[in-house]
């Protein structure tokens, strides 16, 4: 059957990124669709753009353009659609009126757990209870099985396609840094989303300051600090904080150039971030530093990696509401991430240096 979809991404570069192994079950549950999307950041309009299973993207900054155009611009594209999804997570009243506002017979999203009802979730109807235990892209994989009733045979990886100027840039950067194949690359993220209270997640800049120190030293590596232009003073300052030659920060034109760089990594080292799941999607190694977040919902998906966390009773308190993030200890206040040490994190990169006979050995 041929059907017209769209897929409304507006929640962030992650979310998006997640829901990609739902977008080949969509396209193979009904092959004469056409499947649109919108989005409402750039860096997802650039890589959405380059899947096969979109035939269009939406671009549109409803954070900046106001309510006035964008109600005008919603009502552009009413009772165009036959099937209009939320990508999961999306528990925000916005995002269920702009479903609604769509105007599709079938308007697909998830029963959440916490504030569904106060946030409109009953706006859509066709849904899926939200499971605590299960990973986002299960979470949108069932969303659309029940949809479409269809089930792929296996759980695909996550799609983030790279070309040509993305793998030049990475070589300029490599030649401008001395990079050989032959060295020990290490990556960093240290940023984090911002809303919502998230920058809380963050492990602090002088532990990985601390980090990078202790690799250059201990097993010459070469650091290289990724994030996007609002973190170049976070990623400048840890630089700046590693005392040793060898870290260099990464500034590209736009997110994919930054993940072919990212894919000359050895190791991976990120905070909870849209990073981790692009370095998933990239196969990459991946140390995951997490604080209040369930690992259920956000583990690096189909790819090697290993969680740092303290595994608090209080943890995970992170949850998908619009409430921003807030810590109820008495003692600590992010206690989850604030008491994670440096020797802790150095100790499982170690780890995947020396289970790797391909990469450089400690000392």
């Known amino acids: 059957m041929k059907m017209k979809i769209l897929v409304n991404a507006l929640s962030g570069i992650g979310d998006a ?34 899947n096969l299973n979109i035939s269009k993207v939406y671009y549109f900054d409803f954070l900046t353009e106001g309510f006035i155009k964008s109600l005008k611009f919603v009502f552009s594209l009413r009772s165009k659609y036959d099937i209009s999804i939320n990508v999961y997570p999306s528990n925000r009243k916005e995002y269920n009126v702009i479903n609604f506002l769509i105007g599709a017979k079938q308007r697909a999203g998830v029963k959440y757990l916490r504030k569904d009802f106060q946030n409109f979730g009953w706006l859509n109807n066709l849904r899926i209870l939200e499971d605590d235990s299960f990973h986002n892209v299960q979470t949108n994989l069932k969303l659309c099985e029940k949809l479409s009733d269809h089930k792929l045979k296996d759980e695909p990886p996550l799609d983030f396609p790279l070309i040509k100027t993305d793998y030049d840039f990475s070589s300029s950067f490599q030649k401008e840094k001395n990079i050989s194949n032959e060295d020990l690359v290490i990556g960093f993220h240290p940023g984090s989303a911002i809303l919502k209270n998230q920058a809380k997640r963050r492990w602090e800049p002088q532990k ?39 870290a260099y920060t990464v500034s590209s034109h736009n997110l994919t150039e930054s993940a072919a760089v990212m894919k000359r990594c050895n190791v991976f080292v990120t905070n909870d971030s849209s990073l981790m799941h692009i370095a998933s999607a990239l196969q990459l190694k991946i140390v995951a530093i ?8 956000i583990h690096p998906w189909k790819s090697e990696h290993k969680i740092v966390s303290l595994n608090l009773d209080c943890a995970p308190c992170f949850v998908y509401s619009p409430r921003p993030l807030i810590c109820s200890r008495d003692d600590v206040k992010f206690k989850c991430i604030k008491e994670l040490d440096v020797e ?18 400690s000392k």
């Open 17 to 50: 990124l997640m829901f990609t192994p739902s977008l080949k079950l969509l396209k193979e549950a009904y092959p004469d669709s056409e499947i649109h999307a919108l989005v409402m950041f750039k860096a997802v309009k650039d890589f959405y753009e380059r």
């Open 208 to 246: 990985f300051a601390e980090l990078g120190s202790k690799l250059i030293e201990n097993n010459k590596a070469k650091i290289l600090l990724f994030g996007g232009p609002n973190e170049d003073e976070l990623k400048e300052s840890i630089v700046k904080q590693i005392t040793l030659p060898n």
């Open 290 to 297: 997490i604080g209040p977040t369930n690992p259920a919902y």
């Open 344 to 361: 802790r994190v150095y100790k499982v990169v170690e780890e995947f240096i020396n289970s790797n006979q391909q990469l450089p050995k």
